[in-house]
């Protein structure tokens, strides 16, 4: 499976940006897509993902800010950040897991989100 992210860039506290990413190759309808990122100096962690089967999380800093979405027939996920901080500044990455899956699934490249002012 390979990933494309794409839609990062510099924003100023609480503008609005919108990530995408689409999954291609071998993919099977049950599955788990989603966004993490990586803070410089921090681990990376889960931002939000979406099953297939229609379930949605979201880390607790980003709830009522940050939407997922998905479009199963196009294989693509996005993420519509609203109300930034600067904060969320991170490499954002794309991640695509099978519901088989036991291991971490595959990362996209990583698009960089910048927030100030």
């Known amino acids: 499976v390979q990933l494309q992210a794409s839609g990062g860039g510099l924003v100023q ?3 609005s940006l919108r990530l995408s990413c689409a999954a291609s190759g071998s993919i099977f309808s049950l599955n788990v897509m989603g966004w993490h990122r990586q803070a410089p100096g921090k681990q990376r962690e889960l931002v ?6 229609g379930l949605r999380n ?4 980003v709830k009522g ?3 997922i979405s998905r479009d199963d027939s196009k294989n693509t996920v996005d993420l519509q950040m609203n109300s930034l901080k600067p904060e969320d500044t991170a490499v954002y990455y794309c991640n695509f897991r099978h519901i088989c899956d036991s291991g971490p699934g595959y990362w996209g490249q990583g698009t960089q989100v910048t927030v100030s002012s």
């Open 13 to 15: 506290p609480g503008g």
């Open 65 to 67: 800010r940050f939407t």
């Open 48 to 53: 939000a993902v979406s099953t297939s089967g």
């Open 58 to 61: 979201y880390a607790d800093s």
